[in-house]
């Protein structure tokens, strides 16, 4: 084996080498030096203004390069730049400049330091603006993926190769799949997914929006377009997915809905988002024949609740009534709350209107359930207005008007029911809004009068005082009794307005007859729940009757006993408690009919029992009224029996014990006018 030559000789035949070249070419020694160059290298001024015995590294403008020519003499890495290059007015062309080291063998035939540096260069000026372009597309698409957070995933179909484009590496982490793309995603959206993905057509782009299937218990939404490409034979050959992680958006998204389709109180959908479905019902009812049904709810007497127990109990209810709903519904029926006590449901995919009620009796046990709040237990009940659309032929944007017009009638039959509309219904409801329309323009007439009904004392056979009655003064029907206009007093605000009418008008007239000189006694007035809601009935009642001069000993309230019984009980007692107080006699009346305790008769303020007429005038019923009276005696209470007709049954009530009595017996209702010629002629 020959002696390798000396590092001055090897230097010699690299000079020798580069400047024959027959391409362009330059040597650099390892102290950076131009030291040789090729004809074309000079020809083609492929790094002007740089002569021999210059230093290399000033024609090497971009600091990077610099770095890599002292790398390539250091460590012999090679490099290579691109450059563009004009001669002489020409048009640039583009060389390609390699680097590559020489250098001197070593110990034991290893390579040893670097003696030069040889540059080519080649006129690449056609390939080069391609592949720049392309290499400058791929850094601005990568970096807008990295920008974005996109992930791009492609999957080769045939060979079974996966490449991604490593720009967001958390997703890349959970998205990677082979044959099944549902293993990334969550279970609960994989049912819904499976079937986009069977609906997928080769070739088709489709977008989908899922939850990653993650271990670590983080929820991540992700949106992925998809879309599979054929080859030259018709054939899926690719399939490419783009990534983004969504979460964010899905979450500001649902924010937003959550303001604007769901009630903060309860969680459920509200009005807007009931309306929506509600129209989706109707084109599924429009389009395929779907049966559907609407259900109404409204909690009865919410406003006592409110008003006796505090809001804070009322809003409790309304949560509890909400999770009620959830557990007696199916999990696709919609169960929105429209607004105060307010709520609705939408059932679809019917079969029958059994399919409707068996929810809404599920509802109604779970309602019988006391509800427990702030260390009190108290029971709720609702009233329900069903209705299902079931002919074709008919609208089905009047089930909400039928559905309320079924819970009109549930309450008007005494509330804590269901009804499924029937068309009859329709024009009662028609009927009643007219009364109701007509009532408000009596009120305005002044049309709405009292008649006064004898109270006779028994013992002595005198009139103790007159209960005061409403009559509406008709002008074309005549004098009407309260059971042609009850629907007036089941109003709230027609209730107060009546009622503040009866008691003005009462005080009026107690104050003409003292004028007078007439010796009625005491009037006794009806006050109803409505008017006990403001809280404030004592002492409004005691302003009024110092307004008109009255003495409170002239004055007797009758209250039900489902009004003294029912929600709103505690400020009921609370304001007789005060009115007694102050001298009124309290009378309860109707007793018997509602639901009151030998309790409540101990615990309320009661100077007077009023035994119904149903009770008086049936034979059968004799053992009721004997213990009533019994009762009454025993507690200190006078007892008024009404409906008092005939001798018959005075005289059977005077042998019980009876104290007062009330009847046609002694006279019908009359009008005030007719009370003083009254008084003057009884027991004559």
């Known amino acids: 084996m020959r002696p390798p030559l000396p590092p001055h000789l090897m230097m010699d035949a690299f000079e020798t080498f580069v400047r024959h070249a027959p391409f362009a070419a330059a040597l650099v020694d390892s102290a950076f030096r131009l030291t040789a160059v090729s004809p074309d290298w000079a020809a083609h001024g492929v790094i002007p203004d740089i002569e021999i015995g210059d230093d290399f590294r000033r024609a090497l403008v971009n600091p990077e390069d610099i770095d890599r020519l002292e790398r390539c003499v250091t460590f012999g890495e090679a490099f290579s730049r691109y450059r563009s290059v004009g001669v002489a007015g020409a048009t640039p062309r583009i060389w390609r400049t390699e680097f590559a080291a020489t250098r001197a063998p070593g110990e034991e035939g290893e390579l040893g330091r670097t003696l030069a540096v040889i540059v080519t260069a080649r006129d690449v000026s056609g390939f080069a603006e391609t592949a720049l372009k392309a290499e400058r597309d791929q850094q601005r698409l990568k970096m807008a993926l990295e920008l974005d957070d996109l992930m791009v995933r492609e999957y080769d179909l045939r060979t079974g190769e996966i490449y991604c ?4 590496p958390e997703l890349e982490k959970w998205c990677m799949f082979k044959d099944d793309p549902l293993e990334i995603v969550h279970p609960d959206d994989r049912e819904r997914m499976a079937e986009l993905v069977r609906n997928r057509k ?7 929006e899922f939850r990653l299937n993650r271990d670590d218990g983080v929820e991540t939404w992700v949106r992925s377009v998809g879309k599979k490409f054929l080859g030259a034979d018709g054939k899926p050959e690719r399939l490419v997915n783009l990534f983004k992680d969504i979460t964010d958006r899905r979450r500001q998204t649902e924010a937003v809905e959550n303001l604007a389709f769901k009630d903060p109180l309860t969680g459920l959908p509200n009005r807007a988002y009931f309306n929506r479905k509600f129209q989706e019902a109707v084109d599924a009812s ?20 409110n008003d006796t127990l505090g809001h804070d109990a009322g809003d409790a209810l309304l949560k509890r009534l909400a999770e009620m709903l959830h557990t007696a519904f199916r999990s696709g029926d919609t169960v929105a709350r429209l607004g105060g006590d307010e709520f609705a449901v939408i059932l679809r995919g019917l079969h029958s209107e059994a399919d409707m009620m068996r929810p809404v009796n599920a509802l109604q046990d779970l309602l019988r359930r006391p509800i427990e709040h702030g260390g ?29 017009i079924a819970l009109y009638r549930a309450k008007d039959e005494g509330r804590n029911r269901s009804v499924v509309f029937d068309p009859s219904m329709r024009s009662a409801l028609e009927q009643r809004i007219e009364l109701l329309r007509d009532v408000r323009a009596a009120i305005t007439a002044k049309e709405f009068v009292l008649y006064y009904q004898p109270v006779v004392d028994i013992a002595s056979n005198s009139v103790s005082g007159f209960e005061a009655l409403m009559r509406w003064d008709h002008p074309e029907q005549g004098i009407l009794t309260p059971d042609r206009f009850m629907a007036a007093f089941e109003d709230q605000d027609l209730s107060l307005k009546l009622g503040d009418l009866a008691f003005e008008s009462a005080l009026k007239q107690m104050r003409d007859w003292m004028d007078a000189g007439v010796e009625f006694g005491r009037v006794a007035v009806n006050i109803s729940a409505a008017q006990f809601r403001s809280g404030h009935l004592a002492e409004e009642v005691q302003a009024r009757l110092a307004r008109w001069n ?19 009980s505690e400020m009921v007692s609370d304001t007789v408690r005060q009115l007694h107080k102050a001298g009124v006699m309290i009378a309860l009346d109707d007793f018997g009919t509602g639901y009151a305790s030998l309790a409540n008769l101990r615990q309320f303020p009661i100077d007077r029992l009023k035994i119904d007429k149903s009770f008086v005038q049936n034979i059968e019923d004799a053992a009721i009224v004997k213990a009533v009276i019994t009762l009454g005696s025993s507690m200190g209470m006078k007892v008024v ?20 009595i009330q009847g046609y017996h002694f006279s019908r209702p009359m009008p005030a006018g007719m009370v003083p010629g009254y008084l003057r002629g009884f027991g004559v």
Not at 202 to 208: I, K, L, M, P, T
Not at 286 to 305: R, S
Not at 378 to 404: C, Q
Request: charged share 25%; aromatic share 8%; net charge negative.
């Open 202 to 208: 080769d070739g088709e782009a489709q977008v989908f």
């Open 376 to 404: 009190r237990s108290f029971s709720v009940s609702a009233s329900i207005g069903a209705a299902l659309h079931g002919d074709l032929d008919a609208d089905p944007s009047h089930m909400i008007k039928n559905a309320d």
């Open 165 to 168: 484009s490593n720009t967001s």
């Open 550 to 568: 009255v003495p409170c000993d002239r004055l007797t309230i009758e209250v039900t006993e489902n009004v003294y019984m029912g929600w709103g």
């Open 641 to 660: 029996a009404e409906g008092v007709e005939d001798q018959a049954q005075l005289d059977a009530l005077a042998g019980y014990g009876c104290d007062q």
């Open 286 to 305: 429009e389009i395929m024949g779907e049966l559907f049904g609407l259900i109404m709810i409204d909690v009865d007497h919410f406003k006592d609740i």
